[in-house]
Nanobody, 118 residues
Framework: QVQLVESGGGLVQAGGSLRLSCAASRSTFTFNAIGWYRQAPGKQRELVAALNSGGVTHYAPSVKGRFTISRDNAKNTVYLQMNSLKPEDTAVYYC????????????WGQGTQVTVSS
């Protein structure tokens, strides 16, 4: 019913910034929590940041203070502002609904590659 498309990844040097975008096919973020996930080679996929319909945010300890999740309801888009990037942030980043992920309905999009060089 809702399709999510990630974009905005790229190659950046350590200390740099990127802004990722997650565009939805229709309005949904006002009623559902949305999360950014990442998966690095050889590592388990992890939740990086989440935003619920009430505006409450959650961040993984490794990115707290550096990343910010936000949304633009008019554009049906969720963003992940990534500052002070580190090489260990290198991964494929995905957006998805935490409620679906928790229920093992793992429908993942293409994701967007973030590579941080040192």
């Amino acid at each position: 019913q809702v399709q999510l498309v990630e974009s905005g990844g790229g190659l950046v040097q350590a200390g740099g910034s990127l802004r990722l975008s997650c565009a939805a096919s229709r309005s949904t973020f006002t009623f559902n929590a949305i999360g950014w996930y990442r998966q690095a080679p050889g590592k388990q996929r992890e939740l990086v940041a989440a935003l619920n319909s009430g505006g409450v945010t959650h961040y993984a300890p490794s990115v707290k203070g550096r990343f910010t999740i936000s949304r633009d309801n008019a554009k049906n888009t969720v963003y992940l502002q990534m500052n002070s990037l580190k090489p260990e942030d290198t991964a494929v980043y995905y957006c998805n609904f935490p409620s679906l992920v928790a229920a093992s309905y793992d429908y993942w999009g293409q994701g967007t590659q973030v590579t941080v060089s040192s």
